[in-house]
DNA sequence: CTGTTAGTAGAACAAGTGTTCGCTTTAAGC
DNA sequence: GCTTAAAGCGAACACTTGTTCTACTAACAG
């Protein structure tokens, strides 16, 4: 780990704050009047040390050239989920590739911090149905979506019924000649499926449910 | 809704862009060459009529001084939301201020897009217990809280008991002389409580469940 | 104590950038 | 067809901004 001197510290940490109020970057002299720095040149010799040692990324042909680098809060990992379609539309999920990205989706919700580390290929579904109430999961709420299409027994996946033309989230149990897709609902009753017959389409890696 | 013109929307587009891959926004300069525009007080022109049409802010008195607004993705209206507490800490809340907000929370989780449309003063709680169950609200769980003093009946909130020197989610229902705290769980009664012993701290605005 | 490096500082310079000016072209309304 | 408003245009100005220059102080190593 990096040793930062306090000034470099309280730099990043204007960087930071500035970029939250402003939506653009500082410049040198706001840093030396937010910072309390006595000139540009000093401003200008931290912040070459502090792209040296990798915080930041500074464009000197540009004015407010400063990139933020590798920070959490607020530009940790971050990811601009999709929310591209809802659960038993009868059709199957559009995995999110670069091409359909460039499509307008239905709605976008933005996700970062500690819920989006290590996490890539993620988007959202809206739930439509109470299948999976008894796992608080309810009619309407956003699930995301992690890609995968290998899920452990018992983990809750969309899962694409080709014969049916449906996809449909349910815990999945696999067993020889036969998928189990179990509902969390105690009212309703498992479905059971050819292995051939179905297509795991993303694990539920988390639940958004909007009150007001 | 307003209409634009063809040369609006790509700028607006091109800002978008710009913006979404170098982390600072374009100059008048960048939007000519950019959107090829004839001449910078075209552009300026343009850029005039859409901040008063309400899609960016200027800041004239400095450079690169262009605000998205109302925008998703990926600039929507993004809040860092700190998770500041437990629900059941036994103490109040520190509602986040300014100053708080410069300490380093436990925890940040970021959200943007509509979920965060006309919100402000949001902070996040981590649930204890199992007190809002049958809301689907389960242990573990975030709450996205916005702050507030004064809810209607039957939101849930969070709420401060002076004398027991507890916070509890609870729903809330007013009657004269009593307060009612009414948990979402089949399995527990409500608590009543004198309007002078509790302080809204909060309500939910959303539920966070994290699985993977 | 001396020499070297890190850090500081003010001023000036060069380049970047937003705005204004005076004018032309295009579109819309009558 | 004429008038008016909107939109466009190039140039120049004023200001912002990043970098460099020169010099100083503090800290460290020998």
Known sequence: MKILTSKQKHILDFIRRFLAKRHYPPTVRDIVSGCQISSTSVADYNLNLLEKMGFIRRHREVSRGIELLNQTPPFGHRLEVPVIGQI????????????????????????????????EGVYALRVKGTSMVDELINDGDLVLMQYTNVVENGETAAVWLKEEKEVTLKKVYTSPGRIRLQPANSNMKPIFVDPENIEVQGKVIAVIRQLA
Do not use: H, N, R, Y
């Open 88 to 119: 038993a539309a009868g059709e199957p999920i559009p995995v999110p590739t670069a091409d359909t990205w460039s499509t307008t989706p239905l709605e976008t919700i933005e996700v970062g911090g500690e819920l989006m580390l290590g996490k």
